[in-house]
């Protein structure tokens, strides 16, 4: 089974900047998830290489950017003016789907999991 593997996680204080990345070659959309201990996994950001369109959760609008690399195979999250309220696991998702309806963010629309990387943002 396809298995998607996040690096870049870590400890760092309010203000400070992270990226993650994720192998996430041929995919029709690709997307970040993160889950807080006690509460339920929220999309963060999603891309459709096709289109070059991305999509951000609210919360995270202006700071975090995710794009992939030219060669299309590596997925990534810049996060900047992290807070707390960014800790949590994060996740790489993705699917083959040849089209998508509703929002992106949806976790149904998405096949393929990473196993998710600790960020923990300290105040």
């Known amino acids: 089974q396809v298995q998607l593997v996040e690096s870049g996680g870590g400890s760092v204080q309010a203000g400070g900047s992270l990226t993650l990345s994720c192998a996430a070659s041929?995919?029709?959309?690709v997307g970040w998830f993160r889950q807080a201990p006690g509460k339920e996994r929220e999309g963060v950001a999603c891309?459709?290489?096709?289109?070059?369109?991305?999509n951000y959760v609210n919360s995270v609008e202006g700071r975090f950017t995710i794009s992939l690399d030219k060669a299309k195979t590596t997925l990534y999250l810049q996060m900047n003016s992290l807070k707390p309220e960014d800790t949590g696991m994060y996740y790489c998702?993705?699917?083959?789907?040849?089209?998508?309806?509703?929002?992106?963010?949806?976790?149904?629309?998405?096949?393929?999991w990473g196993r998710g990387t600790q960020v923990t943002v300290s105040s």
């Open positions: 998702a993705a699917s083959r789907a040849p089209s998508f309806r509703g929002p992106l963010l949806n976790s149904r629309l998405y096949n393929y």
């Open positions: 041929g995919y029709s959309l």
């Open positions: 891309f459709l290489p096709s289109h070059g369109r991305a």
